[in-house]
């Protein structure tokens, strides 16, 4: 039955993927004039090296034609050459990619472990000056932007207290060689401490500032859910029997009041990956969404096609993934 | 002050449900501060060429990141010093409050009644116009709005009116679905199956029975997606992809001061200080009215 769930959730995919690979597709089509004059701007090119791109891009083909080979190429990898990095596409984004979700993900991480404690919390104590300044902290969370909140941490903890480094993944002296191009998996796979809490140094400030409005939604989430489960018959009941408040908070009602959070955190993983562009801008931080950003500033239309495709599939993934864990904590959905 | 507008709120003595929820806003002393904040952004932005002490638009190098009034080298008719081009910070500020609360009340209202008409069609209809708009949703939410919008105003270029289309883009989707939601829940009831009883056609159902009674929580979306709109119009300028020089706008002001961090900190951070302000404000009025509207909270 289960498997049946997840079959039934993947074909449901299949018209949301086509739908992606269309906007992203016609997303070209609203350039105003002639892409090939906006990509070659100022250089003085030859009316035939102007010809021989649009014949690279397939810009001479009718837009169904371009449509179909847009799609048959972004099935095998191939998204044509970057003109501003002079290489492929495909290397481009696999170059970049690791660095943009290990942010995300150290991010989310933080955003979790400041968000649930703070939650249960203010839950358990609705009402209290605890309770009333977790309020005031996610309404300010939210509230404050990325790209300011970026700086006033740089200026405050770079800058000021010079305990963080202004910007990059790593120094220099603690590079490693490239094997899945997260930092932090790469030097524990290396077995270098000394380069993983040089990665994590470097990581800290840029995640913090990704995961901050993160925190301070799923801080809310908890909050609600717990109150909830609390006034459940059940742990009414676990109480009356006598068992520990720890007890009965931690292993009868957190875990029922996760369900929420954890959806939720799935869910708004896309909020996470848009905010890398700004944090990856702010920090210099060398991922794909700043690639993405880098990439319009250059007319190089092909790397931001790539680039916002691969991201909404990576979003895709993610939702269908928090779909099935959704389903599997909560088995009262499958029916 | 807020007892007396709850008063003047309740004179009328006809108490509607609107005039009860409207009643219990204003009771919520904070989130009616919070809304007061949000009326004074919106006259500071209308009353901007009486209130702002210079023209934001006017260079002068010599003043180049002069520092605010308080600060040695400082004047205090530059209250809040000057930015890269010697423009006072303060006058842009406050002329950059009408970009952003333009961009946000345009993008929110073009969003919510494209979604809500779509929305209505759905919900109403359904069927074939269910599944296609709905899949249109689908697909639309499953990009994120930063990277949709970025990609958008890549493709299209700068400009007041890209960011606006680029934002609409994919906000109508929001209302569309909680309007979609609303109408199949509305549907059922007694109210819409008498009207069709009596033979009243689609049209009449949907603009005259089913919108009424369902706009309290499209306006509560509305007014809590204003604030996300801010933002999203401030990062966009902030990475540059949003509006163009020399308009003031709050992202592209704190960008402009990136470069100078060190020796001029006033120039990055009062605009910051001016979106998070107002940002912080509808977010807190938005809660409120969220808070006095929704009936599941009527304990």
């Known amino acids: ?335 | 002050m807020t007892d007396g507008a709850a008063a003047a709120v309740s004179a009328g003595r006809s108490d509607s449900l609107t005039r009860i929820n409207l009643r219990r806003f204003a009771r919520d002393r904070i989130s009616f501060v919070a809304a007061l904040a949000v009326v004074l952004f919106v006259v500071v932005a209308l009353a901007a060429p009486w209130l702002a002490p210079h023209d934001p638009y006017d260079t002068d190098l010599l003043r180049r990141l002069q520092p605010p009034g308080w600060m040695e080298g400082g004047d205090w008719s530059y209250v809040l010093g000057c930015d890269t081009l010697g423009r006072d910070i303060l006058s842009r500020i406050i002329y950059g409050a009408r970009i952003s609360m333009s961009i946000g009340v345009v993008v929110v209202l073009l969003a919510c009644v494209a979604g809500t008409l779509l929305g209505l069609a759905a919900g109403y209809f359904g069927g074939a116009v269910d599944v296609i708009i709905s899949r249109l949703v689908d697909v639309l939410l499953a990009f994120p709005y930063l990277i949709f919008a970025i990609g958008l105003m890549g493709m299209m270029g700068p400009g007041l009116q890209n960011i606006v289309l680029a934002l609409v883009y994919k906000e109508w989707t929001i209302s569309c679905r909680v309007v979609r939601g609303e109408t199949l829940a509305a549907r059922e009831h007694d109210y819409v199956r008498a009207a069709r009883a009596v033979g009243a056609s689609s049209r009449h159902i949907m603009w005259r029975e089913i919108l009424p009674n369902i706009l309290s929580p499209v306006i509560v979306v509305a007014t809590t997606r204003m604030a996300t709109i801010i933002i999203l119009e401030a990062s966009l300028s902030f990475l540059g992809l949003g509006l163009q020089p020399p308009l003031a706008s709050w992202g592209s002001m704190v960008a402009d001061g990136r470069a100078h961090l060190l020796e001029a900190w006033w120039v990055s951070t009062f605009p910051g200080v001016a979106i998070f302000g107002l940002v912080l404000a509808v977010n807190v009025a938005a809660q409120g009215l969220r808070d006095a509207f929704d009936p599941r909270l009527v304990r």
């Open chain 1, 1 to 335: 039955m289960r498997l049946a769930f997840i079959v039934e959730r993947l074909l449901q995919l299949i018209p949301v993927l086509i739908g992606v690979s269309l906007v992203v597709f016609l997303m070209t089509l609203l350039t105003p004039g002639d892409p090939v004059e906006i990509m070659l701007g100022d250089q003085r090119a030859t009316k035939e090296q102007a010809e021989s791109l649009r014949r690279d891009m397939g810009l001479d083909l009718p837009p169904a034609e371009r449509y179909a080979r847009f799609v048959a190429n972004a099935l095998t990898g191939e998204f044509g050459r970057s003109f501003f990095h002079r290489r492929p596409v495909a290397d481009v984004v696999a170059e970049r990619l690791p660095a943009t979700i290990e942010l995300t993900i150290v991010a989310m991480a933080i955003a979790l472990a400041v968000a649930i404690p703070l939650g249960v919390v203010a839950a358990v104590r609705r009402g209290s000056l605890v309770d009333k300044a977790a309020t005031v902290v996610s309404l300010v969370g939210v509230s404050m932007p990325a790209f300011w909140l970026g700086i006033v941490l740089i200026l405050i903890f770079a800058v000021q207290l010079g305990w963080m480094p202004v910007s990059g993944r790593i120094d220099y002296a603690y590079e490693l060689p490239r094997i899945t191009g997260m930092y932090l998996v790469d030097s524990l796979l290396h077995a270098r401490l000394d380069a993983f809490a040089n990665a994590l140094h470097h990581i800290l400030l840029p995640a913090a500032t990704l995961g901050l409005a993160m925190a301070a939604l799923l801080m809310r989430v908890t909050r609600a859910s717990m109150i909830e489960v609390l006034e459940q018959d059940y742990i009414v009941f676990a109480e009356a029997k006598g068992l520990g408040r720890a007890r009965v908070l931690l292993r009868h009602a957190l875990k029922n009041a996760l369900i929420p959070t954890v959806t939720v955190a799935a869910l708004e993983t896309g909020y996470l990956l848009g905010g890398n562009t700004i944090v990856e801008t702010v920090f210099g931080w060398p991922g794909l969404a700043r690639v993405i950003v880098e990439a319009i500033y250059a007319r190089d239309f092909p790397v931001v096609q790539a680039g916002v495709l691969v991201i909404a599939v990576i979003y895709v993934g993610v939702n269908l993934a928090a779909d099935i864990l959704y389903s599997w904590l909560n088995p009262r959905v499958r029916q």
